[in-house]
């Protein structure tokens, strides 16, 4: 059985293996040019993480500021599965930051260390964007926009705002904050203190410290010291990482397609700046 496994291991002398996984960037988005965690990426590596029969745990090293509910909750859901079918136990550490998805996913794991300076939290939802109804006005641009469903293009940026728009999308949010907040209360447990869920829950992050004192997290840990300490100087590590294609090395993948036609790469180079700049300002909130 595999939990017998490292009792084996220190019989025969064999060192402790801890699987290591990156989990750095966005969480779930799509664009040209844009390296993002979803489940489709991290399938295949969290299976060559936790099967292997000779791991003696898996580690997740994570920075990100989050963004797709359902991508954090697939990848998190495998990483429980996983953990389950294999009987090894999972270990998170943060590094700059897990917030929102990110701290989402840092809850599969069995314990959580952090850096006291990192940043943790930010259990909520948020949409953002922009109205563009009056600088169209101001232009002298026509907008034109047809639906079937008279509630189509709900929040559509170049139409007035509605307020029973508003109250849709706010009724979404509260659905997926709670199924957040249920998650991170299943998964913490009695490490969470009570008196401080009104606060924790309000979609505010804080430094690794204030994390430990709440419960968030276990406590200050890095991954080679911690799971040394816990397994052993002679443990090993084997880092599994997420490879691009050899196009995608040489930054070819997204201009594919786009040879020969000029009006393409510069629509090509646009969409990649916006993906540039959404990410920045997914970062940006947190001061990073």
């Known amino acids: ?74 990848i998190a859901s495998r990483v429980r599965d996983l953990s389950a079918e294999t009987r090894k136990p999972v270990v998170a550490f943060v590094e700059d930051l897990a917030a929102s998805g990110g701290y989402w996913i840092a809850c599969a794991a069995d314990e959580i260390f952090v850096n006291p300076a990192s940043i943790v939290g930010s259990i909520g939802v948020v949409t953002s964007g922009f109205g563009f109804v009056d600088a169209i006005e101001k ?9 079937a469903g008279t509630r189509k293009a709900l929040l559509d940026p170049f139409s007035p705002e509605k307020e029973e728009d508003v109250a849709h999308l706010k009724t979404i949010h509260r659905e997926l904050h709670a199924l957040y907040i249920d998650w991170v209360r299943e998964r913490r447990g009695d490490a969470l203190k009570p008196d401080d869920e009104p606060e924790m829950f309000e979609g505010k992050f804080w430094t690794g410290q204030r994390g430990i004192e709440l419960g968030l997290v276990d ?45 393409l790469a510069a629509a090509d180079w646009a969409a990649g700046l ?15």
């Open 219 to 263: 406590g200050p840990g890095e991954v080679r010291r911690t799971m040394r300490g816990r397994y052993g100087d002679k443990t090993r590590f084997r880092v599994l990482r997420q490879r691009r294609s050899l196009l995608g090395r040489f930054g070819i993948e997204s201009r594919m397609g786009t040879v020969g036609s000029a009006d």
């Open 274 to 288: 916006v993906t540039a700049l959404d990410d920045r300002a997914h970062w940006a909130r947190f001061g990073l």
């Open 1 to 74: 059985m595999a939990w017998f496994d490292p009792i084996v291991d220190r019989i025969r002398g064999r060192p402790p293996i801890v699987s290591v996984v990156p989990l750095r960037g966005i969480i779930g988005g799509l664009g040209p040019g844009r390296r993002t965690l979803n489940l489709d990426g991290l399938a295949p590596i969290l299976e060559a993480a936790f099967r292997p029969k000779h791991v003696t745990a898996v580690a997740l090293v994570i920075n990100s500021p989050g963004g797709s509910p359902v991508q954090s909750d697939l």
């Open 139 to 147: 232009l002298g641009i026509e907008r034109r926009l047809y639906t």
